[in-house]
């Protein structure tokens, strides 16, 4: 149980391009998801936090405008990364946490995704 | 604010021989802490997990970790490593608003 899966697992696109990341709770519902971003060799930063039905809280630094979050349902996330440039290239992680119950203290991630900007 | 330390960034062991992760945490109130591992070009898999009770938490593939509140510490161990658990390993304490707070990660290597 608690699965959350990613879609796609990797991606490649141009420079100034739009890339869409989804995140899915596959057999629970999810209050709040997370998006996290980790760079090769390093630990997790947490980028926002998405809660069903409301807009996403984004943490100091990360741009609201630049990655726009829509969590339409207590399954499903998505993380855009508009006009994407190659420092944007990353590993993109999201998580979520169950709306009841079982441990809503406890997130659960995703297998996460590659995005290389060309 | 909650913050955790992993000293080791990386530890070698020998197939068969015992495994300590360290992690110390800094945190006001009782903490909700975790282990979690990470294979290569993979997301998080939950080891185990700690929010009060048994000190002494079991986890998955035959890890554990012991919680003390006087060293704010939350050590993971396994008692024989398989070649399978090389990875990277991250503990994390849980804070406002059910986000987590993580450590650098600790990469462990195992040798044949």
């Known amino acids: 149980g608690a699965v959350v899966s990613q879609h796609p697992s990797r991606v490649i696109c141009k420079s100034g391009t739009s890339v869409k990341i989804e995140c899915r709770s596959l057999?629970?519902?999810?209050?709040?998801m997370f998006w996290y971003r980790q760079f090769p060799k390093q630990s997790l930063m947490l980028m926002a936090t998405s809660n069903e039905g409301s807009k996403a809280t984004y943490e100091q630094g990360v741009e609201k405008d630049k990655f726009l979050i829509n969590h339409a349902s207590l399954t499903l996330s998505t993380l855009t990364v508009t006009s994407a440039h190659p420092e944007d290239s990353s590993f993109y992680i999201c998580?979520?946490?169950?709306?009841?119950?079982?441990?809503?203290?406890?997130?659960?991630f995703g297998p996460g995704t590659r995005l290389l900007v060309l | 604010a909650q913050s955790v330390t992993q000293p080791d960034i990386h530890i070698t062991v020998s197939e068969g021989a015992s495994l300590e992760l360290r992690c110390n945490y800094s945190y006001g109130a009782t903490p909700y802490l975790f282990w979690y591992v990470q294979s290569p070009g993979q997301g998080l898999q939950l080891l185990l997990k700690y929010f009060s009770g048994d000190t002494l938490v079991q986890g998955i593939k035959g890890f554990e970790a012991e919680f003390k509140r006087s060293q704010s510490s939350f050590n993971l161990r396994k008692p024989s490593v398989h070649w399978s658990d090389a990875a990277e390993y991250f503990c994390a304490v849980g804070a406002t608003g059910y986000k987590l707070s993580f450590g650098a990660g600790t990469t462990v290597t195992v040798r044949a």
């Open positions: 998580s979520a946490r169950m709306a009841s119950g079982g441990s809503q203290e406890t997130q659960y």
């Open positions: 057999d629970f519902q999810a209050t709040t």
